[in-house]
């Protein structure tokens, strides 16, 4: 679990965050910069599956005076839908979710490398591929790097058509039941809350019924109510249905790349009751 400190409830946070250690195009290095510059106070990287690089990316932040809480993305499923659930607390040195991390990334990996073995075959070339690929060391490691290279050569138009060729080629992101991922990260200790529940698209699009479904049978911990893609409508539904029950609540930008959406200073407060589980106090308001 988090060592125990005390904030401000105005203070700065993000919890989730995404580097090249996953789909993300930030070096841990520049986001944890930019998250020092910029002010923020506590901060969550949650690389898909990843928890061997934890300890890591803490200490680049406690070299710069950030505290980066121990947190992974885990890439679940229900009813068919990806269902991914954010983890925080947990042992990353846990065999048990040692193993539920290497489930999915090895045939994940596999499965990438063999697409892109396939499209060589059938004549696709690559020749920008170790420019657009430097910050992963050249190298195609997920499909969205290899969605990335199918654009930038002209391919495929957009990131639909290329998705629609990868799932051809089976080149999928691996996922396990959303039980297994709470169950696991429970026994490790931690605690698990449903990542961007109101997103839709290719994400499970949560409502009240699905809510309490879900919570019978994979007793999560809470939501992340607070989400760029989220409506005030949406953000009031989870904030509500989170009191109700008794859940934490989580606040993230789901950053991947400065390019794109940058992280966002939500505040301590908006996530207070997962804090205090984590060991944080509060100053007084």
């Not at 070339?125 to 290899?146: H, I, M, N, S, Y």
């Not at 297994?180 to 699009?205: D, K, N």
Request: aromatic share 10%; with cysteine.
């Amino acid at each position: 679990m988090t060592v125990a400190s005390t904030i401000s409830p105005d203070a700065p946070i993000d919890f989730q965050l995404h580097t090249i250690h996953s789909d993300g195009w930030w070096h841990p290095e520049e986001l944890i910069d930019y998250l020092v510059q910029e002010g923020f106070a506590i901060a969550a990287i949650t690389d898909h599956d990843r928890v061997d690089t934890i300890e890591q990316v803490q200490y680049l932040g406690a070299q710069r005076n950030l505290h980066i809480l121990t947190a992974a993305e885990f890439s679940g499923e229900w009813k068919g839908i990806s269902t991914d659930v954010l983890c925080f607390g947990f042992d990353p040195h846990n065999p048990a979710l040692r193993e539920l991390s290497d489930s999915l990334l090895r045939p994940l990996y596999m499965r990438t490398r063999q697409a892109y073995m396939t499209l060589l075959e059938r004549g696709y070339r690559f020749p920008r591929e170790q420019e657009l690929l430097a910050k992963r060391g050249g190298e195609v490691r997920l499909p969205t790097d290899l969605g990335l290279l199918l654009i930038k050569h002209g391919y495929v138009a957009d990131k639909a058509e290329g998705r629609r060729l990868l799932d051809e080629l089976n080149c999928v992101w691996s996922t396990v039941p959303v039980e297994q991922v709470i169950e696991t990260v429970h026994q490790s200790g931690g605690v698990c809350l449903l990542a961007h529940p109101g997103r839709g698209g290719a994400s499970f699009y949560f409502t009240e019924e699905a809510l309490d479904e879900l919570r019978a049978i994979a007793p999560f911990d809470g939501l992340e109510a607070f989400y760029p893609a989220h409506s005030p409508e949406d953000t009031a539904f989870f904030l509500r249905y989170a009191e109700k029950h008794q859940l934490l609540v989580s606040a993230g930008s789901d950053s991947h790349s400065p390019a794109a959406q940058m992280p966002i200073k939500y505040q301590a407060r908006q996530a207070r009751a997962l804090l205090e589980r984590l060991g944080f106090t509060f100053n007084a308001e």
